[in-house]
């Protein structure tokens, strides 16, 4: 039996193209990224705890991504559209600003809000966001095939794949954004499986990562020094079969 390719172009012709990345296709990544990160602010909140880590998280992914694909949006998809439609897609991402610069403060601690509180704000951000979403996708759909509206990506925006850069046998941390370098790799050994191994390689010391994992999993994890930099630093990272 010939064995089965799980490569991401598996079932294509040899030399045909992948299916270019569409707007939906943008936002239903964007989406799960914050609605995974708001679910673990609001499990926290549910306990009557403040959600620290969990809060930076979303913040920070708000700030980098969410943010940073709304302003692209507004340069690539509609330049020079002043329509009252295009005009309030504009308004939402004033209001998306508003709720990230929110969660932002509250996680730097300069806007006091209980765990409550901090809850509804989570739910907003995200309820604004697929509403907006939604709402974008039938505007852009009523010109053109609803599955033909291009992701901003691929009008010479910023991809939004740092995070599944972490996916695989090797994650250099050099290849994320430096503020959620640390978040994002620990985000993928949380979801190792057991007896699974991967590679960390970085021009800066790893030390960081294990400091979280040893205080989130104490002895779930076996850390190996490959390499001990500078200029490069590499570890070996293994999730134990049974913690001791």
Do not use: C
Not at 33 to 38: A, E, K, L, P, W
Not at 143 to 157: D, M, Y
């Amino acid at each position: 039996m010939a064995e089965m390719s799980l490569d991401p172009g598996h079932g294509q012709s040899r030399g045909s193209a992948a299916p270019a990345l569409t707007l939906a296709d943008e936002h239903l990544l964007l989406l799960w990224q914050v609605t995974t990160r708001t679910r673990d602010v609001l499990a926290t909140t549910a306990r009557g705890q403040w959600p620290s880590t969990e809060l930076t998280a979303l913040a920070e992914y708000a700030e980098a991504e969410v943010l940073r694909h709304a302003s692209d949006e507004e340069a690539l998809l509609f330049p020079g559209r002043p329509s009252q439609a295009v005009m309030g897609l504009a308004r939402d991402h004033v209001r998306l600003r508003s709720g990230a610069e929110l969660l932002a403060r509250a996680a730097a601690g300069q806007q006091p809000l209980s765990p409550a509180q901090l809850a509804a704000v989570a739910r907003d951000f995200v309820a604004q966001l697929e509403r907006h979403m939604r709402v974008e996708e039938r505007l852009l759909a009523s010109e053109r095939a609803s599955r033909s509206v291009p992701a901003t990506s691929v009008l010479g925006g910023r991809s939004h794949e740092w995070y599944p850069r972490t996916e695989g046998s090797v994650v250099d941390l050099d290849a994320l954004p430096r503020r959620q370098a640390v978040a994002a790799t620990v985000d993928r050994l949380l979801r190792m499986r057991r007896g699974e191994q991967l590679e960390l390689q970085s021009s800066d010391d790893l030390n960081p990562v294990w400091l979280q994992m040893s205080g989130l999993i104490p002895d779930g994890y076996r850390f190996t020094v490959l390499q001990d930099g500078p200029p490069r630093w590499r570890m070996r990272v293994a999730r134990r079969q049974e913690s001791r």
